[in-house]
């Protein structure tokens, strides 16, 4: 079964400064990812998704991942971090588009004035 | 406009009761879902449906029932016998299963224990 891991429940950075949220998959087969994004009280929406050809992904919001197979992780970075970016960000994974997406616990993110 | 509706946005349980918890899209999508959602354990998945009439148990469907009778609804009930209800719940619905970059979210039930 496939699975993710995000590295860190917290994180924290000035505004301004690079923004790095973790994840790891696992995958017998080669995986479709996602990073959602969840802003208070809401439900999520789609940053950007990996699912094949370019391993390097941009999203919306200034929001890129890279898809690194021989690591098996899919790293979301900003290069500035902008208060707006406070929020709990998720990485999901799914087989080929066939399976329910299976989520991880999520990265929330504090920008800091 | 298109989207996912759940509803009530807040709701209270007394022991032993069952509440339902509705979802209701204008997508046409094939396939819906129903998520909960605790601090730190990130989206854990209770029941989701590919078609009209059929619905498969996620990772965590004890305590919990579906109907899927409408392509538009997808309501979810939780029985008394789930005995921590308490959660914020996400409905979302996807044009076919495991259509990440199509999965549309609704905007939540948190279900609270009185």
């Known amino acids: 079964a496939q699975s993710v891991t995000q590295l860190g429940s917290h994180v924290s950075v000035s505004e301004g400064a690079l923004v790095l949220l973790r994840c790891n998959y696992s995958?017998?087969?080669?995986?479709?990812l996602f990073w959602y994004v969840q802003y208070p009280n809401q439900g999520l929406q789609l940053l950007l998704k990996?699912?094949?050809?370019?391993?390097l992904v941009k999203g919306i919001n200034g929001f890129e991942a890279e898809f690194k197979k021989s690591e098996t992780s899919f790293h979301l970075t900003k290069p500035s971090a902008h208060m707006s970016d406070a929020a709990e960000y998720f990485c999901a994974v799914t087989i080929s588009g066939n399976t329910p997406l299976v989520f991880g616990k999520g990265t929330r993110l504090s920008v800091i004035a | 406009d298109g989207g996912i509706t759940q509803s009530p946005k807040y709701l209270f349980r007394k022991e032993g009761q069952n509440v339902t918890l509705s979802c209701e899209q204008n997508l046409n999508h094939d396939a819906m879902y129903w998520y909960r959602q605790d601090p730190g354990q990130g989206l854990r998945l209770i029941y989701y449906s590919q078609i009209v009439n059929d619905f498969q148990k996620g990772d965590i469907a004890e305590g919990y029932s579906v109907s899927r009778e409408k392509k538009e609804s997808f309501p979810l009930t939780v029985t008394s016998a789930q005995k921590n209800p308490t959660a914020f719940y996400l409905c979302?619905?996807?044009?076919?299963?495991?259509?990440?970059?199509?999965?549309?979210f609704g905007s939540g039930t948190q279900l609270s224990v009185l």
């Open positions: 995958s017998s087969v080669p995986p479709y």
């Open positions: 979302a619905s996807s044009i076919s299963l495991g259509q990440g970059e199509k999965l549309f």
């Open positions: 990996y699912t094949t050809g370019a391993t």
